[in-house]
């Protein structure tokens, strides 16, 4: 929400500075996010006069300029615009001037060969418009020497707040000036709006349907209005707060949208074919809107129509055939109520958004939509002339009475502070609010514009906002005897060392779309039709995700086509495999493409060669180590998901019935559904399958633990079945003696000459730590025929000879 100084005073009558008024706004829970203040930002900008501007001797494009900047000798200045010359004014820039549109500090510089000590600047320069192609050109009266933004006029800040769904009535400058008067910052100008008497009965009556759409409806008819363009008062307020002006009759309902809050829409009533009718749209219909768009609309959409169909949008936008133009004699201006919900349906449905949707679907101020009219009314005849009709009106145009029993304790109950019941009235009086009574219950009417009170906790938060939060006491929390709980829970420290882990070995964090295309999620597991969004936001994210790697190789692709090939990213989210809370599981994913492997992206002089299967794998064990899952325990298993390409994948797994996750290089039929060039490694593992580590009540180990005594390594080769696989001879290895045994490792394995054919060799290094006393030669030999003996009996294999 934007609005000026200027604008902001027509409903506040403050001396108040700049900074006190948008520090109290943020405190009253208006946030200020910007303060655009011209005459601060522009000030040492100043109007100058061109002396002479002679052709540059080493370049052709550009002029030397002599300049009177009114402050003493002329200035030279080496300029480039093509329109810079002799006799014309222009605004200047002495050195050590910051430039806003170029974001950079001016100082004294030589342009071939030419000193220039100063600039002539452009309106882009100045950042007050797009036009870059010349120096900004003054008018002869422009005085030399004059503050520029003070000639300008552009002494008057534009501040932009942050407004919460639930501030509706701060969709009016006038509800913004409202909260101010009632925290001390001056006093909000109320003045009537006197009812305007009309001149003859409307020749146009309007039919209401459908009551819970359009609760609300007031027409008024002026004859004989003069459009043009609006006055320069009128632009200036529109022009600062990013809206374009169009003409006075359009301006003057843009202009009340952010004033009041009260959206209006104008119809050309020569271009209305008889009465109007506030129906449902018929399915098929369409609509030729302002914004020069054709909406196709169904039954579930209000709409505005007459004789020869829809008109308008209902609160969302007007239709461009019944338009104002300058040629509009006749005006229709319609003030009405809107279905917020539907309100904002529709515009969710057609992909429209506009200020009216903004304020509507938000809730307007209901017992303001005639006199509303009233004032639209005064603004045509005062600047287009015209006379008007009577008003019609049709349903209801006030909202239903709340009143709220709300004992005086509730306050220091709720928020901890005493506020006394004097001060309680003036604030909520100074808020719309009525008080009646004198405690210790009093009882508190609610004004119309404030649909978001609703209890007694509501009245609370208006007074403590106003008041102060500063005055909330801070109050620490009872924790009595017992320890004090860990903040994060399990997935929440598991996902950040999951996220720690993978930056570390050089993979780049991405946040993609929760949602993909339906085809994408059924080769990913997905596509159920409880996972399919009622409204999605594009056609190719339909569903909710069953991965993370769709998004990642999407986003690796995207990198690829702009000149990034070699990518490594990953991410850690939300996946979905079902409805039920169960079935929502945090995952960690990694994709790899080119030469982002894990030693290093790109190209390198000592050699370099595509991601892997095995790189995948790697950061796969990665993350479950930072995770906490017990790496000893785990299995990896050949073929992965179906995703990945069934040679080169494998599955991480504890036991067949928990598996963790899968790697490997990503399979040529998901590449091409996906979109993408291969080849890519990714990985994904669920971080909710670890089991917890189990809670042991002995005493904690030292975090270093070192060995006083020399470790000893021996090597096995053993015979087995060609099928067998390296993990069950590693565990069954580190089974032997768990106490003695630090490390089992594969070295060699070897399929060949004088092995038979269906058989291979597998070697290990097995590494004893011994940490009481040194090893003697026949315990070392006691735990080496320990390895052989649990290898024989868990594979079947053979010590080679």
């Given at each position: 929400m934007k609005f000026t100084l200027s604008w902001l005073k027509d409903h506040l009558d403050t001396d108040e500075p700049l900074e006190k008024l948008a520090g109290k706004l943020t405190m009253i829970g208006l946030e200020v996010e910007h303060i655009d203040d011209k005459a601060k930002a522009l000030s040492a900008f100043t109007i100058a006069k061109v002396i002479s501007a002679e052709q540059h001797p080493n370049a052709d494009r550009l002029r030397v300029c002599m300049v009177d900047t009114g402050s003493g000798a002329p200035v030279q200045v080496v300029c480039g615009a093509p329109n810079a010359r002799a006799g014309m004014k222009s605004v200047f820039s002495p050195p050590g001037t910051f430039i806003p549109g170029k974001n950079i500090t001016l100082g004294v510089g030589t342009i071939r060969g030419v000193e220039s000590r100063g600039m002539l600047?452009?309106?882009?320069?100045?950042?007050?418009?797009?036009?870059?192609?010349?120096?900004?050109?003054?008018?002869?009266?422009?005085?030399?020497?004059?503050?520029?933004?003070?000639?300008?006029?552009?002494?008057?800040?534009?501040?932009?707040?942050?407004?919460?769904?639930n501030r509706a009535d701060c969709t009016a400058i006038h509800g913004i000036a409202r909260d101010l008067s009632a925290a001390d910052m001056g006093t909000l100008k109320e003045p009537a709006i006197k009812p305007i008497k009309g001149e003859f009965p409307s020749p146009v009556k309007v039919t209401v349907d459908d009551t819970t759409l359009c609760p609300g409806f007031a027409l008024r008819l002026i004859r004989g209005v003069k459009n043009g363009p609006s006055p320069e008062w009128l632009q200036?307020?529109?022009?600062?707060?990013?809206l374009r002006p169009i003409n006075t009759l359009v301006d003057i309902t843009n202009y009340m949208a952010y004033d009041r809050g009260r959206p209006l829409h104008v119809f050309d009533a020569a271009k209305v074919k008889g009465d109007l009718v506030v129906r449902r749209a018929k399915p098929g219909e369409s609509l030729l809107a302002l914004d020069g768009k054709t909406y196709t609309l169904d039954d579930s959409m209000c709409v505005i129509a007459d004789a020869s169909g829809?008109?308008?949008?209902?609160?969302?936008?007007?239709?461009?055939?019944?338009?104002?133009?300058?040629?509009?004699?006749?005006?229709?201006?319609?003030?009405?109520?809107?279905?917020?919900?539907?309100?904002?349906?529709?515009?969710?449905?057609?992909?429209?958004?506009?200020?009216?949707?903004?304020?509507?679907?938000?809730?307007?101020?209901?017992?303001?939509?005639?006199?509303?009219?009233?004032?639209?009314?005064?603004?045509?005849?005062?600047?287009?002339g015209g006379t008007p009709s009577e008003t019609v009106v049709v349903g209801q145009s006030f909202g239903d009475d709340r009143i709220i029993d709300f004992p005086l304790d509730e306050v220091k109950r709720l928020a901890g502070i005493e506020v006394s019941l004097v001060e309680m009235r003036r604030i909520l009086g100074h808020l719309g609010f009525t008080v009646a009574g004198s405690g210790p219950v009093v009882k508190i009417a609610v004004p119309s514009w404030r649909a978001d009170v609703l209890g007694k906790a509501d009245i609370v938060e208006e007074i403590v906002r106003i008041v102060g939060v500063d005055r909330v006491p801070l109050v620490p929390f009872e924790r009595g005897e017992t320890p004090r709980k860990p903040i994060l829970t399990q997935i929440q420290l598991r996902t950040r060392r999951a996220k720690r882990a993978l930056a570390a070995r050089g993979l780049v964090e991405a946040v993609t779309w929760s949602f993909v295309a339906r085809p994408q999620a059924e080769l990913f597991g997905g596509g159920q039709s409880e996972l399919a969004l009622a409204n999605p936001i594009a056609s190719d994210l339909s569903d909710m995700r069953p991965s993370l790697v769709p998004g990642l190789v999407a986003a690796s692709q995207r990198n690829a086509d702009r000149g990034f090939a070699d990518a490594a990213l990953f991410e850690v989210g939300q996946i979905f495999k079902g409805d039920q809370p169960e079935d929502q599981l945090m995952a960690a994913s990694g994709?790899?493409?080119?030469?982002?492997?894990?030693?290093?992206?790109?190209?390198?002089?000592?050699?370099?060669?595509?991601?892997?299967?095995?790189?995948?794998?790697?950061?796969?064990?990665?993350?479950?180590?930072?995770?906490?899952?017990?790496?000893?325990?785990?299995?990896?298993?050949?073929?992965?998901a179906p995703w990945l390409h069934p040679g080169r994948s494998g599955t991480i797994q504890m036991g067949p019935q928990n598996i963790l996750g899968s790697f490997g290089e990503l399979h040529p039929r998901a590449l091409e559904a996906l979109g993408a060039e291969g080849p890519i490694v990714a990985?994904?593992?669920?971080?909710?399958?670890?089991?917890?580590?189990?809670?042991?009540?002995?005493?904690?180990?030292?975090?270093?633990?070192?060995?006083?005594?020399q470790p000893v390594s021996r090597d096995f080769a053993f015979i087995v079945d060609r099928s067998a696989k390296a993990g069950d001879?590693?565990?069954?290895?580190?089974?032997?003696?768990?106490?003695?045994?630090?490390?089992?490792?594969?070295?060699?394995?070897?399929?060949?000459?004088?092995?038979?054919?269906?058989?291979?060799?597998?070697?290990?290094a097995v590494t004893l730590q011994p940490r009481e006393k040194t090893l003697t030669d026949q315990e070392i030999d006691a735990v080496a025929a320990k390895v052989v003996a649990e290898v024989t009996k868990k594979t079947g294999g053979s010590l080679r000879g």
């Amino acid at each position: 929400m934007k609005f000026t100084l200027s604008w902001l005073k027509d409903h506040l009558d403050t001396d108040e500075p700049l900074e006190k008024l948008a520090g109290k706004l943020t405190m009253i829970g208006l946030e200020v996010e910007h303060i655009d203040d011209k005459a601060k930002a522009l000030s040492a900008f100043t109007i100058a006069k061109v002396i002479s501007a002679e052709q540059h001797p080493n370049a052709d494009r550009l002029r030397v300029c002599m300049v009177d900047t009114g402050s003493g000798a002329p200035v030279q200045v080496v300029c480039g615009a093509p329109n810079a010359r002799a006799g014309m004014k222009s605004v200047f820039s002495p050195p050590g001037t910051f430039i806003p549109g170029k974001n950079i500090t001016l100082g004294v510089g030589t342009i071939r060969g030419v000193e220039s000590r100063g600039m002539l600047c452009s309106a882009a320069e100045l950042e007050l418009s797009n036009d870059h192609d010349g120096i900004i050109d003054l008018p002869e009266d422009a005085p030399v020497g004059v503050q520029y933004t003070e000639w300008a006029k552009l002494g008057d800040p534009v501040i932009e707040i942050n407004l919460t769904p639930n501030r509706a009535d701060c969709t009016a400058i006038h509800g913004i000036a409202r909260d101010l008067s009632a925290a001390d910052m001056g006093t909000l100008k109320e003045p009537a709006i006197k009812p305007i008497k009309g001149e003859f009965p409307s020749p146009v009556k309007v039919t209401v349907d459908d009551t819970t759409l359009c609760p609300g409806f007031a027409l008024r008819l002026i004859r004989g209005v003069k459009n043009g363009p609006s006055p320069e008062w009128l632009q200036k307020r529109l022009t600062a707060i990013g809206l374009r002006p169009i003409n006075t009759l359009v301006d003057i309902t843009n202009y009340m949208a952010y004033d009041r809050g009260r959206p209006l829409h104008v119809f050309d009533a020569a271009k209305v074919k008889g009465d109007l009718v506030v129906r449902r749209a018929k399915p098929g219909e369409s609509l030729l809107a302002l914004d020069g768009k054709t909406y196709t609309l169904d039954d579930s959409m209000c709409v505005i129509a007459d004789a020869s169909g829809v008109l308008s949008l209902a609160g969302i936008m007007g239709g461009e055939p019944s338009g104002c133009s300058e040629t509009t004699t006749d005006v229709l201006i319609e003030s009405a109520l809107w279905n917020d919900i539907n309100i904002a349906h529709t515009g969710r449905k057609l992909g429209v958004n506009s200020d009216a949707r903004y304020r509507f679907e938000r809730g307007v101020d209901p017992a303001f939509m005639v006199p509303g009219l009233e004032l639209a009314t005064k603004l045509v005849m005062d600047l287009c002339g015209g006379t008007p009709s009577e008003t019609v009106v049709v349903g209801q145009s006030f909202g239903d009475d709340r009143i709220i029993d709300f004992p005086l304790d509730e306050v220091k109950r709720l928020a901890g502070i005493e506020v006394s019941l004097v001060e309680m009235r003036r604030i909520l009086g100074h808020l719309g609010f009525t008080v009646a009574g004198s405690g210790p219950v009093v009882k508190i009417a609610v004004p119309s514009w404030r649909a978001d009170v609703l209890g007694k906790a509501d009245i609370v938060e208006e007074i403590v906002r106003i008041v102060g939060v500063d005055r909330v006491p801070l109050v620490p929390f009872e924790r009595g005897e017992t320890p004090r709980k860990p903040i994060l829970t399990q997935i929440q420290l598991r996902t950040r060392r999951a996220k720690r882990a993978l930056a570390a070995r050089g993979l780049v964090e991405a946040v993609t779309w929760s949602f993909v295309a339906r085809p994408q999620a059924e080769l990913f597991g997905g596509g159920q039709s409880e996972l399919a969004l009622a409204n999605p936001i594009a056609s190719d994210l339909s569903d909710m995700r069953p991965s993370l790697v769709p998004g990642l190789v999407a986003a690796s692709q995207r990198n690829a086509d702009r000149g990034f090939a070699d990518a490594a990213l990953f991410e850690v989210g939300q996946i979905f495999k079902g409805d039920q809370p169960e079935d929502q599981l945090m995952a960690a994913s990694g994709v790899r493409r080119g030469l982002a492997t894990s030693a290093g992206l790109g190209r390198h002089w000592s050699g370099s060669a595509a991601a892997t299967a095995l790189d995948a794998k790697a950061d796969a064990m990665a993350v479950l180590a930072a995770a906490g899952a017990p790496i000893q325990a785990l299995q990896v298993v050949a073929g992965g998901a179906p995703w990945l390409h069934p040679g080169r994948s494998g599955t991480i797994q504890m036991g067949p019935q928990n598996i963790l996750g899968s790697f490997g290089e990503l399979h040529p039929r998901a590449l091409e559904a996906l979109g993408a060039e291969g080849p890519i490694v990714a990985f994904e593992v669920i971080l909710d399958r670890i089991p917890d580590a189990k809670a042991r009540p002995t005493r904690a180990k030292p975090l270093l633990e070192l060995s006083p005594f020399q470790p000893v390594s021996r090597d096995f080769a053993f015979i087995v079945d060609r099928s067998a696989k390296a993990g069950d001879i590693v565990r069954a290895a580190q089974a032997a003696d768990r106490k003695l045994i630090t490390g089992v490792t594969v070295f060699d394995v070897y399929e060949g000459k004088g092995i038979e054919p269906d058989k291979k060799s597998i070697a290990i290094a097995v590494t004893l730590q011994p940490r009481e006393k040194t090893l003697t030669d026949q315990e070392i030999d006691a735990v080496a025929a320990k390895v052989v003996a649990e290898v024989t009996k868990k594979t079947g294999g053979s010590l080679r000879g």
